[in-house]
């Protein structure tokens, strides 16, 4: 039996983090509720399996999301996971077949060169050798790149990286000194018995010229051990937890066990499956634009993790979605933070008796401004005027009196008001029989699409005015105009609607690119959904923003969303418009026959 | 040979300003973009608080520098050099001036209220600005709302683009609550019939004898004063202004149709003060206007040797403001010339 006593810190620690893996992942099906716990057990033995396991490949091993989104990062990240995990099968394969068992302890492989000294008898042991220092390398190159991350972030295409506490450090250390360490016991072996590859045995022989290796070895094979034995000891508390997690994470996602609105165990995979990469920070506009940098939600999630909720980590947000997006781990970074305000929420019960009586309308198409096309009239008036052309039978829902659509309040976490304005306005279009409800405000459609489970069409009204114009309802003249279109969040990463407004405003004009469109548009700063006193950073945000949408100094600035249009123009040379505006001015008008 | 100062800017503070440097001995050169002195002045029928006419104080300006003082008009300015310590200015037309001094008087431009939207302006024909307003006054006609009605009810609106960050300006403009007491009383007095309503955040009657032309609105005039602001405005069927606003003393929300809504515009720092100041790399402060190099004891000096400022590119002033602070800024200016280290006291006890 090959054994010795430098084996035990790896072993241990490999005890230690098995138990408490199992032990957390246990405790998560535990708290999942019956209905998911059926959903678990039926895709664990069902094809959605195969699935999982082919996510698991491409985005826990190969990392091919943030490939996407910077391929040295994802390199980085890339080789850590796929290198380490081939270094450990390969690794197994190669002791198994040299000791011709199945049985092997889990030590064995790992150290190997340390039991095996004589040239390998089994088949194909050069190729054992040269794909292993393949694989060590590879892992290596990881190693330099995350350490020069850690010095100068931009090479990895980051302004900056996660910011991290002494126990983060201690456990990163761990991690990326395992390999080293590696590299210097199999090479002192290879260096005294020839066992090396095409790096360690270059490596060995040098070490021999000129270093004691008969006792040096031996060290190296102890700090190896321990450096494996510490970083799996902290794999369950710190961040590489969601080296597991994500797994699980996967899995949920492919088993269809879906998240409720509060806090739940969904949730709380997702939690514990970031590994704080960093993309979601230099994402963020607070840290770009407005040095805002303790609130992402590396840092948000972290706080969740640590169960140390601070107000403003949770409020200081613009629901913008952008981390969202590029999360590669797929973490719905807008959802956990609503999740997380409902525990600041204000508890009273707001009384809303004074809204309103609602006369009955009946109509075909209901068209609901929203407050803040009410504050941006010239947008409202617009719309009132094309639905007009159009000859379509029309109501305006909300001309005098409207009740707001509840998204405001379900934002700041206070879900039970919002569902009792959410109840007035359903009663209003549910009486009204109309077949499409059209409106100006993506922040409302974001709520009547999501929340409000109407058995009608909902329309945004670049989608509608599309409608308008592909039928020959409406017809627009075209101009010599130059514009720049800015995706409003809710609309377009909210809702996927990128090329509706696109299109209607290449029929009015020259449409411009710019840098941030479709997914990776911007937030124009003004989010209702940050609560925080913010307004410096938001005019930060807001001015950085139309800079890049001048940069070709177009004629308009063009937007589909009210918000977004009034906070332009606070600061903006260039004319702002709405799709609406534009169209309107446009428009020809049809004789009445 | 005397020494020259060029002043840049023909309203108030740069002709007052001109007027005491010539007479003092200097060779006063004022340029001025358009092709009439007197700036803002002229827009402006009566003053408040005396109700004079805006033409009297023309009329005293005009005077002061109509021997002595190289008045340019049409006067765009395209350089300005700085030599050792003498500026050369040159404008586009192809002249150029010689200057020992430079006195900056570009003032101030009215807020555009297109960019307050929910008040409607621009977009419902009977939202118009006090400007506005006081162009009607000055046409003498009889006042009638822009879609041809005598007005029965007027609201008046306080604020406009001033104190408000929603437009990017934090400052309060100083003049616009005592024009629209000066306003409601002047339509009270054509229109005896009309109700005004005025919705202010507060009455900020800071000025000499503002405090008895607001009494007098109330109890003269029974001009009504509403604390609230507005929030929104929307246009009635027959083209009347519904407006909706909070009544912040009475605590409830208020709404209210008028014929007429006229918006009290704020400042903001004008287009000649952007560009001059871009031009010469003069310090803006952060409300955008010039940054003068101490606020209690150098409100004329500049962050450039020889550059001083007067009049509203600083900062709103009233008119009389505006005189006093044009004379400080001679003063500033002569002594400058004269060897005088204007920065001694201040950097000896504030820096």
């Given at each position: 039996?090959?054994?010795?006593?430098?084996?035990?810190p790896?072993?241990?620690?490999?005890f230690?983090?098995?138990i408490?893996?199992?032990?957390?992942i246990?405790?998560?099906?535990?708290?999942?509720?019956?209905?998911?716990?059926?959903?678990?057990?039926?895709?664990?033995?069902?094809?959605?399996?195969?699935?999982?396991?082919?996510?698991?490949?491409?985005e826990?091993?190969?990392h091919?999301?943030?490939?996407?989104?910077?391929?040295?990062?994802?390199f980085m990240?890339m080789?850590?996971?796929?290198?380490?995990?081939?270094?450990i099968?390969?690794g197994?394969?190669?002791?198994?077949?040299y000791?011709?068992?199945?049985?092997?302890?889990?030590y064995y492989?790992?150290?190997f060169?340390?039991?095996?000294?004589?040239?390998?008898?089994?088949?194909?042991?050069?190729?054992?050798?040269?794909?292993?220092?393949?694989?060590?390398?590879?892992?290596?190159?990881?190693?330099?790149?995350?350490?020069?991350?850690?010095?100068?972030?931009?090479?990895?295409?980051?302004?900056?990286?996660?910011?991290?506490?002494?126990?983060?450090?201690?456990a990163?250390?761990?991690?990326?000194?395992?390999?080293?360490?590696r590299?210097?016991?199999?090479s002192?072996a290879?260096g005294?018995?020839h066992?090396?590859?095409?790096m360690?045995?270059?490596?060995?022989?040098?070490?021999?010229?000129f270093?004691?290796?008969?006792?040096?070895?031996?060290?190296?094979?102890?700090?190896?051990?321990?450096s494996?034995?510490?970083?799996f000891?902290?794999?369950?508390?710190?961040?590489?937890?969601?080296?597991?997690t994500?797994?699980?994470?996967?899995a949920?996602?492919?088993f269809?066990?879906?998240?409720s609105?509060?806090?739940?165990?969904?949730?709380d995979?997702?939690?514990f499956?970031?590994?704080?990469?960093?993309?979601?920070?230099?994402?963020?506009?607070l840290?770009?634009?407005?040095?805002?940098?303790?609130?992402?939600?590396?840092?948000?999630?972290?706080?969740?993790?640590?169960k140390?909720?601070?107000?403003?980590?949770?409020?200081?947000c613009?629901i913008?979605?952008?981390?969202?997006e590029?999360?590669?781990?797929?973490?719905?970074?807008?959802?956990l933070?609503?999740?997380?305000?409902m525990?600041?929420e204000?508890?009273?019960?707001?009384?809303f008796?004074?809204?309103?009586?609602?006369?009955?309308?009946?109509?075909?198409?209901l068209?609901?401004?929203?407050?803040m096309?009410?504050?941006?009239?010239s947008?409202?008036?617009?719309?009132?005027?094309?639905?007009?052309?159009?000859?379509?039978?029309?109501k305006?829902?909300?001309?005098?009196?409207?009740?707001c659509?509840?998204?405001?309040?379900?934002?700041?976490?206070?879900t039970k008001d919002?569902?009792?304005?959410m109840?007035a306005?359903i009663?209003i279009?549910?009486?009204?029989?109309?077949?499409?409800?059209?409106?100006?405000?993506?922040?409302?459609?974001?709520?009547?699409?999501?929340?409000y489970n109407?058995?009608?069409?909902?329309?945004?009204?670049?989608?509608?005015?599309?409608?308008?114009?592909?039928?020959?309802?409406?017809?627009?003249?075209?101009?010599?105009?130059?514009i720049?279109?800015?995706?409003?969040c809710?609309?377009?990463?909210?809702?996927?609607?990128?090329?509706?407004?696109?299109?209607?405003?290449?029929?009015?004009?020259?449409?411009?690119?710019?840098?941030?469109?479709?997914?990776?548009s911007?937030?124009?700063?003004?989010?209702?959904?940050?609560?925080?006193?913010?307004?410096?950073?938001?005019?930060?945000?807001?001015?950085q923003?139309?800079?890049?949408?001048?940069?070709?100094?177009?004629?308009?600035?063009?937007?589909a969303?009210?918000?977004?249009?009034?906070?332009f123009v606070?600061?903006?040379?260039i004319?702002?418009?709405?799709?609406a505006?534009?169209?309107?001015?446009?428009m020809?008008?049809?004789?009445?026959? | 040979?005397?020494?020259?100062?060029?002043?840049i800017?023909?309203?108030?503070?740069?002709?007052?300003?001109?007027?005491?440097?010539?007479?003092?001995?200097?060779d006063?050169?004022?340029?001025e973009?358009?092709n009439?002195?007197?700036?803002?002045?002229?827009n402006?029928?009566?003053?408040?608080?005396?109700?004079?006419?805006g033409?009297?104080?023309?009329?005293?300006l005009?005077?002061?520098?109509?021997?002595?003082?190289?008045?340019?008009?049409?006067?765009?300015?395209l350089?300005?050099?700085?030599?050792?310590?003498?500026?050369?200015?040159?404008?586009?037309?192809?002249?150029?001036?010689?200057?020992?001094?430079l006195?900056?008087t570009?003032?101030?431009?009215?807020f555009?209220?297109?960019?307050?939207e929910?008040?409607?302006?621009?977009?419902?024909?009977?939202v118009?600005?006090?400007?506005?307003?006081?162009?009607m006054?000055?046409?003498?006609?009889?006042?009638?709302?822009?879609t041809?009605?005598?007005?029965?009810?007027i609201g008046?609106?306080?604020?406009?683009?001033?104190r408000?960050?929603?437009v990017?300006?934090?400052?309060?403009?100083?003049?616009?609550?005592?024009?629209?007491?000066?306003?409601?009383?002047?339509?009270k007095?054509?229109?005896?019939?009309?109700?005004?309503?005025?919705?202010?955040?507060?009455?900020?009657?800071?000025?000499?004898?503002f405090?008895?032309?607001?009494?007098e609105?109330?109890?003269k005039?029974?001009i009504?004063?509403?604390?609230?602001?507005?929030?929104?405005?929307?246009?009635?069927?027959?083209?009347?202004?519904?407006i909706?606003?909070?009544?912040t003393l009475?605590?409830?929300?208020?709404?209210?149709?008028?014929?007429?809504?006229?918006?009290?515009?704020?400042?903001?720092?004008?287009?000649?003060?952007?560009?001059?100041?871009?031009?010469?790399?003069?310090?803006?402060?952060t409300?955008?206007?010039?940054?003068?190099k101490?606020?209690?004891?150098?409100?004329?000096?500049?962050?450039?040797?020889?550059?001083?400022?007067?009049?509203?590119?600083?900062?709103?002033?009233?008119?009389t403001?505006?005189?006093?602070?044009?004379?400080?800024?001679?003063?500033?200016?002569?002594s400058y010339?004269?060897?005088?280290?204007?920065?001694?006291?201040?950097?000896?006890?504030f820096?």
């Open positions: 039996m090959n054994f010795d006593w430098f084996v035990l790896f072993s241990i620690g490999l230690l983090l098995f408490l893996v199992i032990f957390k246990s405790f998560w099906i535990r708290q999942l509720p019956l209905n998911d716990r059926l959903l678990l057990n039926k895709g664990i033995f069902s094809l959605k399996i195969l699935r999982v396991i082919k996510e698991v490949i491409l826990s091993l190969l091919l999301r943030i490939f996407k989104i910077n391929p040295l990062l994802g990240h080789s850590f996971a796929f290198g380490w995990f081939m270094l099968a390969i197994n394969l190669e002791s198994r077949m000791a011709g068992t199945e049985l092997n302890l889990p492989p790992i150290f060169k340390f039991f095996i000294h004589k040239p390998l008898e089994i088949p194909f042991a050069e190729g054992f050798t040269f794909i292993m220092d393949f694989f060590l390398l590879l892992v290596l190159s990881g190693v330099l790149i995350a350490f020069s991350k850690r010095i100068y972030s931009k090479i990895v295409g980051l302004k900056r990286t996660t910011k991290l506490k002494a126990f983060d450090i201690f990163m250390l761990s991690l990326w000194l395992i390999f080293p360490l590299l210097f016991a199999e002192s290879a005294m018995y066992t090396g590859g095409f360690t045995q270059p490596i060995g022989n040098a070490f021999a010229g270093l004691p290796l008969d006792t040096l070895s031996y060290i190296f094979w102890w700090a190896y051990s321990i494996l034995g510490v970083f000891v902290c794999l369950p508390y710190s961040r590489y937890m969601h080296i597991p994500e797994i699980i994470l996967i949920f996602r492919h269809g066990i879906h998240r609105k509060e806090y739940d165990i969904f949730k995979v997702e939690v499956s970031c590994s704080r990469c960093g993309i979601c920070i230099d994402k963020c506009q840290n770009t634009m407005a040095q805002v940098t303790n609130i992402q939600s590396a840092y948000f999630i972290k706080s969740i993790r640590k140390n909720q601070q107000e403003e980590i949770v409020q200081n613009l913008c979605g952008r981390c969202q590029f999360c590669p781990v797929g973490i719905k970074t807008d959802d933070r609503l999740s997380q305000r525990i600041f204000n508890k009273e019960n707001a009384n008796n004074y809204l309103p009586p609602q006369t009955p309308i009946k109509t075909e198409v068209y609901f401004a929203g407050c096309t009410h504050l941006t009239p947008i409202k008036l617009s719309m009132v005027n094309i639905l007009k052309n159009s000859k379509i039978p029309f305006f829902m909300d001309e005098e009196e409207s009740i659509c509840g998204r405001p309040l379900m934002l700041s976490g206070n919002a569902q009792k304005l109840q306005n009663e279009i549910c009486s009204s029989q109309a077949h499409t409800l059209v409106t100006s405000c993506p922040i409302c459609l974001r709520i009547f699409k999501e929340e109407l058995n009608i069409n909902v329309l945004h009204h670049s989608q509608f005015i599309e409608n308008l114009i592909t039928e020959g309802k409406i017809r627009v003249q075209t101009s010599t105009k130059t720049s279109y800015h995706d409003p809710d609309l377009g990463r909210g809702l996927g609607i990128y090329d509706e407004p696109r299109s209607i405003l290449a029929h009015t004009g020259t449409l411009l690119k710019n840098n941030f469109e479709k997914n990776n911007l937030c124009c700063g003004g989010s209702i959904a940050n609560n925080q006193n913010y307004n410096l950073n938001k005019d930060k945000i807001s001015k923003v139309i800079e890049h949408l001048s940069s070709k100094n177009p004629d308009i600035i063009a937007t969303c009210p918000l977004c249009k009034k906070t606070k600061y903006s040379d004319r702002v418009a709405d799709i505006e534009i169209v309107n001015e446009q020809i008008l049809l004789h009445s026959s | 040979m005397a020494k020259k100062v060029v002043v800017g023909g309203g108030i503070a740069g002709m007052e300003s001109s007027a005491y440097l010539a007479e003092m001995g200097y006063v050169t004022l340029l973009k358009e009439s002195l007197g700036g803002h002045l002229r402006w029928e009566r003053l408040f608080p005396t109700m004079r006419l033409q009297e104080v023309l009329d005293f005009k005077l002061g520098i109509e021997t002595k003082v190289n008045v340019i008009r049409n006067a765009n300015i350089k300005i050099n700085r030599i050792d310590k003498r500026f050369q200015i040159e404008l586009e037309r192809g002249a150029s001036f010689n200057a020992d001094a006195l900056i570009t003032g101030y431009d009215l555009d209220a297109t960019k307050k929910e008040y409607g302006y621009g977009i419902y024909d009977n118009i600005t006090s400007a506005e307003l006081e162009k006054f000055m046409e003498g006609k009889s006042i009638l709302t822009p041809g009605k005598i007005p029965k009810k008046l609106i306080h604020c406009v683009g001033s408000d960050e929603k990017g300006h934090v400052y309060c403009s100083k003049v616009c609550c005592v024009t629209a007491v000066k306003q409601a009383i002047e339509l007095e054509k229109l005896s019939a009309v109700e005004i309503y005025c919705f202010y955040m507060d009455m900020r009657m800071y000025g000499m004898h405090e008895s032309l607001y009494k609105a109330q109890e005039h029974a009504n004063f509403i604390r609230g602001r507005l929030s929104e405005a929307c246009e009635n069927q027959d083209q009347s202004i519904l909706k606003v909070e009544d009475a605590g409830r929300p208020l709404k209210l149709s008028v014929d007429l809504l006229v918006l009290m515009v704020g400042f903001i720092p004008s287009k000649g003060t952007k560009e001059i100041g871009k031009l010469m790399e003069l310090e803006f402060g409300n955008g206007f010039y940054k003068t101490d606020q209690h004891t150098l409100t004329n000096v500049s962050n450039i040797p020889g550059v001083f400022f007067a009049g509203s590119c600083t900062g709103p002033k009233t008119i403001n505006t005189v006093t602070d044009a004379r400080a800024a001679v003063t500033t200016v002569a010339l004269e060897g005088y280290n204007l920065e001694i006291r201040t950097k000896a006890f820096q």
